[in-house]
């Protein structure tokens, strides 16, 4: 299946902020010192889980 011509304009954005979002909570994950659980899981979350990992470290994996 190919991806039609007119939706790679559409991803462009999304895989932009995909990439953003997923080198921002990486390199937030190796300056952090302590996190809400192991950093190894963290890091295999951020990595796999797309658009939502990045996210769920952002909002639940960080510590104060």
């Known amino acids: ?3 039609p011509s007119k939706l790679i304009p559409l ?3 999304v895989i932009i902020i995909e ?4 080198i921002i909570a990486l ?5 952090r ?6 950093k190894w899981v963290w ?3 951020i990595i796999f ?3 939502f ?9 960080r510590r104060d």
């Open 1 to 3: 299946m190919d991806i």
């Open 11 to 13: 991803l462009i954005p």
């Open 19 to 22: 990439l953003g979002l997923m």
């Open 27 to 31: 390199l937030d994950l190796v300056k």
């Open 33 to 38: 010192e302590r996190t809400r659980g192991p």
């Open 43 to 45: 890091a295999l979350v």
């Open 49 to 51: 889980l797309n658009i």
């Open 53 to 61: 990992g990045p996210i769920a470290y952002l909002l639940f994996g």
